[in-house]
């Protein structure tokens, strides 16, 4: 269905969107006339991001106009239907500002962000209170039982109805401007934390001109320090080390120089909490809106308002899940903490252990047990290899193939791009990877679209595009990049949220991909994990870089003995984390109130005994996922919700063979394909033949 603006008003968008009288901006272009409709990135200009959003917004606007005011009576196809497709051009202009805003935020996108972001939330906010439109979305809904429609289209209009009634439809005139403000200042907040929290990790370095205090740290560590340093400008012989997960967990985990581990530790865990990028006070800010949003939205609090939705359906189930693998991770920590203890006292160390020694003294503990090091598999993990590996998996599991596309059109020379083929040929997806690190990419590793799947009118699969963006290590001028394990199991995951992006056959937009509960999202991403490190399935992507020889035996031995490690410490770090976050979805500040950022995280703490040996895996002035928007806020539980499913069912995997091609074609068929058309529990259990376990997970770490 197409909705054609008033004359005037797209004759006056059109124009705006011409930097010059004879150049038609290419984000408006009905196609952009590229191998699988990639967006032309060479030709877009900074000037053309605001005009096409403009104009996308006024389409969807005029569209809206037409489905209120259509004399007809509601059916699906009139109003829900008609409102999944009214924003063709606004969503994908969104998508590619968006995706680039995070992998390549240069000022000018910054300065962009700080008028795109509020007009995308003033827009939605005009949208989802819009009263005329959601009666008709309620006659709908109340006649939902009567209607001749299938389970996807009934759980459209279901999923439909609680969007409006979530953002304020229900609410009177006086409460929906009052949310329309609450909205429009989170999203400013969003934005000041995002900004600070960029500057601040791109702020801080560490400067070694001390070759002796490198001891213990690997070449590849040493020689990436040594090209930032020429990069920042310090000349030969020194060495500079950035928050970057790449140049920061190496430092943690082998510097001998007990002082150089501190001053990294408390440079990450004080990031964006002094200064002009202090975090802290717009955090209140955050907590306070969401409050007041959830209160006058009818839930007791933000916690309740955000699980109110998705499979948990409460805080306090969440909850009770966490705390099923708290206590067991709780008990590993104290002895993992007693062995590295040991270690100390053997050496004469003189000392307790503290939190910036917990990754140094692992790897001791490691060593000593297993006579095992990352040095020693880091050579058969070129991040080429494992790339390759990724696409070898989806062609065991799926038939996938992947052929590179190198005259695509990039937004950044680091970027690869394929044609994702499946078994009979056909073309499933386009898929982009863009993995080193950089100045003006966010920190973290993420998967998203440049475009989705869908059918349209004429009953044609539309295939998406999707891309996944990590924060690796740059080559060297004499060395590639070479992953660490935890950096492998990144990039199998990011690819297992790619998937879900390229395998969806949803008819609809609104369901396609990985538009289903936040709880169940990460199911796909995170059992993709588990094939990375799989004795059957390493040989056939983990090859020396120099050598080419296939990883050795003796080598996957030490792994598979050396696999449940630091389990305590890794499982710890991450459901404290998500208590933190659930813990702060409760807080409801008075007015004038401050929360105490540093002392609420010590009350959490304190409450979970929380070892002093270790943190949060992310403190609050940097924990992105809950603070950078509301993607996760009250939702970081989701990874180990996730990862019963996801633990449970590779456990179907093993016991039929870890490539079974019919277990292979029931998880793609009754998971990866169906994005958000039916209930994600429904889905699962056909999958998997019943609810999924907790004990899978506490048998995979070895706490049970």
Same mark, same amino acid.
């Given at each position: 269905m197409?909705?054609v603006?008033t004359?005037?008003?797209?004759a006056s968008l059109?124009?705006?969107?011409?930097?010059h009288a004879?150049?038609?901006?290419?984000?408006i272009a009905e196609s952009f006339?590229?191998?699988?409709?990639?967006p032309?990135?060479?030709?877009i200009t900074?000037d053309d991001y605001l005009?096409?959003?403009?104009l996308?917004?006024?389409q969807?606007?005029a569209a809206?106009?037409?489905?209120?005011n259509?004399?007809?009576?509601p059916?699906?196809?009139?109003?829900?239907?008609?409102?999944?497709?009214?924003?063709?051009?606004?969503t994908?202009?969104?998508?590619?500002?968006?995706?680039l805003?995070e992998?390549d935020?240069?000022?000018?996108?910054?300065a962009?962000s700080d008028k795109?972001?509020?007009?995308?939330?003033?827009?939605?906010?005009?949208?989802?209170?819009?009263?005329?439109l959601?009666?008709?979305?309620?006659?709908?809904?109340d006649?939902?039982?009567?209607?001749?429609l299938g389970i996807p289209?009934?759980r459209?209009?279901?999923?439909?109805?609680?969007?409006?009634a979530r953002?304020?439809?229900l609410?009177?005139?006086t409460d /929906?401007?009052?949310?329309?403000?609450?909205n429009?200042?989170? #999203?400013d907040?969003?934005? !000041?934390f $995002?900004k600070n *929290?960029? %500057?601040?990790?791109n702020?801080?370095e560490?400067v070694?001109d001390?070759?002796s205090?490198?001891?213990?740290l690997p070449a590849?560590?040493?020689?990436?320090a040594?090209e930032e340093?020429a990069?920042?400008?310090?000349?030969?012989?020194?060495w500079?080390?950035?928050l970057?997960?790449p140049?920061r967990?190496?430092l943690l985990?082998y510097a001998e120089?007990?002082?150089?581990?501190?001053?990294m530790? /408390?440079?990450?865990?004080?990031?964006a909490s002094s200064g002009d #990028?202090?975090?802290?006070? !717009?955090? $209140?800010?955050? *907590?306070? %809106?969401?409050s007041?949003?959830?209160?006058?939205?009818?839930f007791?609090?933000?916690a309740?308002y955000?699980?109110?939705?998705?499979?948990?359906?409460?805080?306090?189930?969440?909850?009770?899940?966490l705390m099923?693998l708290?206590?067991?991770?709780?008990?590993r920590?104290?002895?993992?903490?007693?062995?590295?203890?040991?270690i100390v006292d053997?050496?004469g160390g003189?000392f307790?252990?503290?939190?910036?020694?917990y990754y140094?003294?692992?790897?001791?503990?490691?060593?000593?047990?297993y006579?095992f090091?990352?040095?020693a598999?880091?050579?058969?993990?070129?991040?080429?290899?494992?790339?390759?590996g990724?696409?070898?998996?989806?062609?065991?599991?799926?038939?996938?193939?992947?052929t590179?596309?190198p005259?695509?059109?990039?937004?950044?020379?680091?970027?690869?791009?394929?044609?994702?083929?499946d078994a009979d040929?056909s073309h499933i997806?386009?898929?982009f990877?863009?993995y080193?690190?950089r100045a003006?990419?966010r920190?973290?590793?993420?998967?998203?679209?440049?475009?989705?799947e869908y059918v349209?009118?004429n009953?044609?699969?539309?295939?998406p595009?999707?891309?996944?963006v990590g924060?690796?290590?740059?080559?060297?001028?004499?060395?590639?990049?070479?992953?660490s394990?935890d950096?492998?199991?990144t990039?199998?995951?990011e690819?297992?949220h790619?998937?879900h992006?390229?395998?969806t056959?949803a008819r609809?937009?609104?369901q396609s991909g990985t538009?289903v509960?936040r709880?169940?999202?990460?199911?796909?991403s995170q059992?993709?994990?588990?094939?990375?490190?799989?004795r059957e399935?390493?040989?056939?992507?983990a090859h020396?870089?120099?050598?080419?020889?296939?990883?050795p035996?003796?080598?996957?031995?030490k792994m598979e003995?050396?696999?449940?490690?630091?389990?305590?410490?890794?499982?710890?770090?991450r459901?404290?984390?998500?208590l933190?976050?659930?813990?702060?979805?409760h807080?409801?500040?008075?007015?004038?109130?401050?929360?105490?950022?540093?002392?609420?995280?010590?009350?959490?703490?304190t409450?979970?005994?929380?070892?002093?040996?270790?943190?949060?895996?992310?403190?609050s002035?940097y924990f992105?996922?809950?603070?950078?928007?509301?993607?996760?806020a009250s939702g970081?539980?989701?990874?180990?919700w996730?990862?019963?499913?996801?633990c449970?069912?590779?456990e179907?995997?093993?016991?039929?063979?870890?490539?079974?091609?019919?277990?292979?074609a029931s998880?793609?068929?009754?998971?990866?394909e169906?994005?958000g058309s039916?209930?994600?529990?429904?889905?699962?259990?056909r999958f998997?033949?019943?609810?999924?376990?907790?004990?899978?997970?506490?048998?995979?770490?070895?706490?049970?």
């Amino acid at each position: 269905m197409r909705y054609v603006l008033t004359l005037t008003a797209a004759a006056s968008l059109a124009l705006a969107s011409c930097s010059h009288a004879d150049r038609q901006n290419p984000l408006i272009a009905e196609s952009f006339g590229t191998p699988y409709e990639i967006p032309p990135f060479e030709e877009i200009t900074y000037d053309d991001y605001l005009p096409a959003i403009e104009l996308g917004i006024a389409q969807q606007q005029a569209a809206v106009d037409s489905i209120v005011n259509n004399p007809e009576a509601p059916t699906f196809e009139n109003t829900v239907l008609a409102l999944d497709n009214s924003s063709d051009l606004l969503t994908r202009t969104t998508l590619i500002f968006s995706a680039l805003d995070e992998a390549d935020n240069t000022p000018e996108l910054m300065a962009l962000s700080d008028k795109i972001y509020p007009m995308l939330s003033a827009h939605s906010d005009a949208i989802y209170m819009n009263d005329g439109l959601f009666q008709r979305v309620k006659t709908i809904y109340d006649n939902i039982d009567s209607l001749d429609l299938g389970i996807p289209e009934k759980r459209m209009i279901a999923d439909l109805y609680r969007t409006f009634a979530r953002n304020g439809a229900l609410l009177s005139d006086t409460d /929906k401007q009052k949310l329309k403000e609450i909205n429009a200042n989170l #999203t400013d907040y969003y934005n !000041v934390f $995002n900004k600070n *929290l960029l %500057a601040a990790t791109n702020a801080f370095e560490i400067v070694v001109d001390d070759e002796s205090r490198l001891a213990g740290l690997p070449a590849s560590s040493i020689a990436v320090a040594a090209e930032e340093a020429a990069d920042r400008g310090y000349g030969e012989e020194k060495w500079v080390f950035t928050l970057h997960a790449p140049s920061r967990l190496p430092l943690l985990q082998y510097a001998e120089d007990r002082d150089l581990r501190e001053q990294m530790y /408390k440079g990450y865990t004080t990031l964006a909490s002094s200064g002009d #990028t202090d975090n802290r006070p !717009v955090i $209140n800010d955050i *907590l306070k %809106a969401r409050s007041q949003k959830a209160r006058l939205l009818g839930f007791p609090d933000y916690a309740a308002y955000m699980t109110d939705n998705v499979m948990a359906k409460t805080p306090e189930a969440a909850e009770n899940l966490l705390m099923q693998l708290w206590t067991p991770a709780l008990k590993r920590v104290g002895e993992e903490v007693a062995e590295m203890q040991a270690i100390v006292d053997r050496d004469g160390g003189n000392f307790k252990i503290e939190p910036w020694d917990y990754y140094y003294y692992a790897e001791k503990v490691r060593q000593d047990k297993y006579d095992f090091s990352e040095d020693a598999t880091r050579p058969y993990f070129h991040v080429d290899s494992v790339r390759n590996g990724i696409f070898m998996l989806a062609n065991k599991l799926y038939g996938i193939t992947a052929t590179e596309l190198p005259d695509a059109p990039k937004y950044h020379p680091d970027v690869k791009v394929y044609d994702l083929r499946d078994a009979d040929g056909s073309h499933i997806a386009t898929f982009f990877t863009d993995y080193f690190t950089r100045a003006t990419k966010r920190q973290g590793a993420w998967m998203s679209n440049f475009s989705l799947e869908y059918v349209d009118e004429n009953g044609n699969s539309v295939r998406p595009i999707v891309y996944n963006v990590g924060n690796f290590s740059r080559p060297t001028a004499d060395q590639p990049s070479l992953l660490s394990l935890d950096e492998v199991t990144t990039m199998f995951h990011e690819f297992g949220h790619g998937l879900h992006g390229m395998l969806t056959n949803a008819r609809y937009k609104g369901q396609s991909g990985t538009s289903v509960d936040r709880d169940f999202v990460e199911l796909p991403s995170q059992i993709h994990e588990h094939w990375a490190f799989e004795r059957e399935f390493l040989p056939l992507y983990a090859h020396h870089y120099q050598t080419g020889e296939v990883i050795p035996d003796s080598l996957v031995n030490k792994m598979e003995a050396a696999s449940t490690h630091r389990a305590g410490f890794d499982m710890a770090e991450r459901v404290s984390a998500a208590l933190l976050d659930l813990a702060y979805g409760h807080v409801n500040p008075a007015e004038g109130e401050t929360i105490d950022i540093e002392g609420f995280e010590n009350e959490v703490g304190t409450r979970l005994n929380l070892p002093k040996e270790l943190t949060y895996r992310y403190r609050s002035p940097y924990f992105k996922h809950i603070f950078g928007s509301d993607g996760y806020a009250s939702g970081y539980y989701t990874y180990m919700w996730a990862e019963v499913l996801d633990c449970d069912g590779y456990e179907l995997f093993k016991e039929k063979g870890i490539f079974d091609p019919e277990t292979a074609a029931s998880f793609r068929h009754n998971v990866l394909e169906p994005g958000g058309s039916e209930d994600p529990m429904t889905l699962y259990v056909r999958f998997r033949g019943h609810e999924p376990q907790v004990g899978a997970v506490l048998r995979k770490y070895g706490l049970d």
